[in-house]
């Protein structure tokens, strides 16, 4: 899983890069949630953000999966 540095939306903010499966999947490993897939997608609003605190846990636990891309801020619709 790729998270994205985005400046644009302060500081110490992500976003993941792919689809709504690995947006989710990086929600639920992140968080106590229990939300389905389904509910995931109909309160989405636009790409989830995590801060620093979430990728920090994430790197700990998964440090093989959870790659950092830094970039040209990406507007994904």
Do not use: N
């Not at 897939?37 to 999966?65: A, C, I, M, N, W």
Request: proline letters at 8%.
């Amino acid at each position: 899983m790729i998270l994205l540095r985005r400046a644009d939306l302060g500081p110490g903010a992500y976003t993941v890069l792919g689809d709504p499966y690995e947006e989710y999947a990086v929600s639920i490993l992140s968080t106590t949630s229990d939300v389905d897939f389904e509910d995931f997608k109909r309160q989405r609003t636009g790409p989830p953000t995590f801060y620093k605190p979430q990728v920090s846990q994430l790197l700990r636990k998964f440090h093989s999966l959870v790659t950092i891309g830094f970039g040209p801020t990406i507007i994904t619709d």
